[in-house]
């Protein structure tokens, strides 16, 4: 009897059904990191195309802050020509009252 019960064959044996092991895990190991290096790269171009989405928003979001100061200011030219407008034809109205 060999030492640990085991023979030269057995020991064979088990070797070879741990080199099995040992490839199909490296095999499993290789796809997953396929896998991985994929999902990955599709990762990295969302990211790169939420980026210049950002970019766009923020320059977009630029130009609506500066269009509403313009219509602000416009708002307020209105807003005063109506007033002297106002102030014209109350003027008027009281002259022709006084008259």
């Known amino acids: 009897m060999e030492p640990n019960g085991s023979s030269p064959a057995n020991r064979f ?3 070879e059904r741990l080199l099995e092991k040992m490839v199909n895990s490296y095999v499993h190991f290789v796809e997953q990191h396929g896998r991985l290096l994929e999902e990955h790269e599709r990762f990295t171009g969302e990211h790169k195309r939420m980026l210049n989405s950002q970019v766009v928003l923020a320059e977009q979001m630029t130009r609506v802050v500066e269009l509403q100061k313009q219509l602000a200011d416009a ?3 209105t807003d005063d020509r109506v007033n002297a407008l106002i102030d014209l034809v109350q ?3 009281r002259n022709r009252r006084v008259q």
């Open 13 to 15: 044996d088990r070797i």
């Open 75 to 77: 708002v307020k030219q």
């Open 91 to 93: 003027g008027s109205t």
